[in-house]
């Protein structure tokens, strides 16, 4: 249910798109920058801005937002039940019911003509045009060298079809089932949705509008913790194969010498313990060679200060083998996921919106929405085989095999008697009880 923070507009700007603005938020500070630069934007205001609260479930109070008078009125608050970012994203559009759908990340600070800019996108696009992505900047200290954790973030700017700033039509989303939930992070699930809709058939732009992506603060184990999106990686490969990376434009990273500096590392004690000294010392020589190859990478491009080398020197020791638990957690996980085809899935009840339109959505013990898979064709679930288009079935009666009809229908008169089965008498055609004529 959502808790709207004023009442939307029944009808778009006039003379402008058909817009609105999903903001998935942990509550971060930051949010109000966003929606202040928001309501500053020259242009056509969006219809609706929704703000999708994913923070944990134990954090009941309501999200402390500050809305500028210009959004007064335009903007309401959806629960995301802390489900991830995909997640988010799925209730934050399917709480709004406006042709274009565009998705800012709660960080990001829109351009001083964002509005104006996007309506220009929106113009130019062509009618199978699923979405047109903004022009993200990543600001950089001018006066030293930038971190490792700031070259990962001015990544962005390179990103192909990120979140921090797309618009999608929401025909498009409805097609292709929106974002899978089955990526809980914000990392790849924009990837994944722009190859299902490149597969069905839609084009995916790049606009003129711009937004900034500032560098956000935090600590010197964020490198280990980000290693979870190794498991992403691998329903990526499990959902698209093992070429998305060149689809997507997704540099490739460091997986595969992860795995082996922990291999080697793991090795070494295992092999002096077995009584193998010279095979011992080459693995530890690769692990030592590996560690250090992969620190002086991180270390030389930045600012070399006292505390980004002893970072660097710590987390370069732990992220190899952190990899390698992500990546190995995410080949069971994932060891069941299917391939994605470019088929049709089959419609989905929404969640209810703010409106009241008595829509909705299948919600787990925990009283939040389940989890939403884009799938294909509807399948039986006990055989597996796909239901073919206007057919139907119905369930086997108990007992052992198939249950064989007794009788065919035929166009005009009485049933016709099946043939008998191999080995059994026809039983079609008995004499009635108590008729001996």
């Not at 606009?207 to 600590?219: K, S």
């Amino acid at each position: 249910m959502s808790t709207p923070a004023g009442t939307p507009a029944s009808t778009p700007p006039s003379g402008g798109p058909d817009y609105a603005v999903v903001v998935p938020t942990l509550g971060r500070p930051s949010l109000d920058a966003c929606l202040r630069a928001l309501a500053d934007a020259e242009g056509p205001p969006p219809r609706r801005v929704v703000v999708v609260d994913d923070r944990p479930l134990q954090d009941c109070t309501p999200p402390a937002v500050r809305v500028p008078e210009e959004l007064r009125g335009t903007v309401e608050i959806v629960p995301g039940c802390a489900a991830g970012p995909a997640a988010a994203r799925n209730a934050g559009w399917r709480a709004a019911d406006e042709e274009w759908i565009a998705f800012l990340d709660d960080d990001v600070v829109p351009g001083p003509t964002w509005a104006a800019d996007l309506a220009a996108d929106l113009a130019a696009a062509g009618p199978r045009t699923a979405g047109v992505q903004g022009r993200v900047s990543v600001p950089l200290p001018t006066d030293r060298r930038p971190t490792d954790w700031e070259r990962v973030t001015a990544g962005l700017a390179d990103a192909r079809w990120i979140t921090a700033d797309m618009a999608y039509r929401r025909a498009a989303l409805e097609e292709v089932g929106g974002f899978d939930e089955r990526f809980p992070r914000a990392f790849r699930e924009d990837a994944d949705l722009a190859l299902r809709l490149l597969d069905a058939g839609w084009t995916l732009t790049t606009g003129g509008r711009r937004t900034e992506h500032p560098v956000r603060p935090v600590d010197r184990w964020v490198s280990v913790r980000t290693q979870a999106g190794n498991a992403d990686d691998v329903l990526m490969n499990r959902l698209h194969g093992r070429d998305w990376w060149g689809r997507a434009g997704a540099p490739r990273g460091r997986l595969p010498r992860h795995l082996a500096v922990t291999a080697a590392g793991l090795a070494a004690p295992v092999l002096a313990a077995t009584g193998r000294p010279r095979a011992a010392a080459a693995c530890a020589g690769l692990w030592l060679a590996g560690t250090a190859e992969f620190a002086l990478a991180r270390v030389l491009p930045g600012p070399r200060t006292r505390e980004e080398v002893m970072t660097m020197a710590a987390t370069s020791v732990l992220v190899p083998p952190a990899a390698t638990a992500h990546w190995l957690r995410g080949l069971l996980r994932h060891r069941r996921a299917r391939p994605w085809t470019a088929a049709r899935p089959r419609p989905r009840p929404r969640r209810p919106g703010p409106a009241g339109n008595g829509r909705t959505r299948p919600e787990r013990p925990d009283g939040c929405p389940a989890p939403r898979v884009p799938s294909g064709p509807p399948r039986l679930a006990r055989t597996g085989r796909p239901v073919r288009p206007g057919g139907s079935w119905r369930p086997a009666r108990a007992g052992r095999g198939r249950a064989r009809p007794r009788s065919a229908p035929t166009l005009s008169g009485p049933p016709r008697p099946s043939p008998a089965l191999p080995g059994r008498p026809d039983r079609s055609l008995r004499r009635p009880a108590g008729n001996k004529s």
